[in-house]
């Protein structure tokens, strides 16, 4: 098993900037990836970005040049910076972790932006 805890959430002005964090702990040493995903109200939920243990990294047009995902291994943590936020931006944001064909997420956490 796998436990995450995101933080890092909360109301921000559109062109402002947000880091979420996320900690990973259990079974972290067989998690393949980790990222980010989020669902905004009355929508399916979207992958956000991704990171392998490799340092690949993957994101969604829409977030690309804006935001940027990272890991601290050390910390068995993943982060994601979010940059020139918009509106279209305000959802609740997962984090994932894959573990060999289990996905595992934490609780999630609010990002509103508005002004």
């Known amino acids: 098993q796998v436990q995450l805890v995101e933080s890092g959430g909360g109301l921000v002005q559109p062109g402002g900037s947000l880091r979420l964090s996320c900690a990973a702990s259990g079974s972290i040493f067989t998690i393949t990836s980790m990222g980010w995903y989020r669902q905004a109200l009355g929508k399916q939920r979207e992958l956000v970005a991704t990171i392998t243990n490799g340092g690949s990294t993957n994101y969604a047009d829409s977030v690309k040049g804006r935001f940027t995902i990272s890991r601290e291994n050390a910390k068995n943590a993943v982060y994601l910076q979010m940059n020139s936020l918009k509106p279209e931006d305000t959802a609740v944001y997962y984090c994932?972790?894959?573990?060999?064909?289990?996905?595992?997420w934490g609780q999630g956490t609010l990002v509103s932006v508005s002004s």
């Open positions: 994932n972790a894959k573990r060999f064909a289990t996905n595992y």
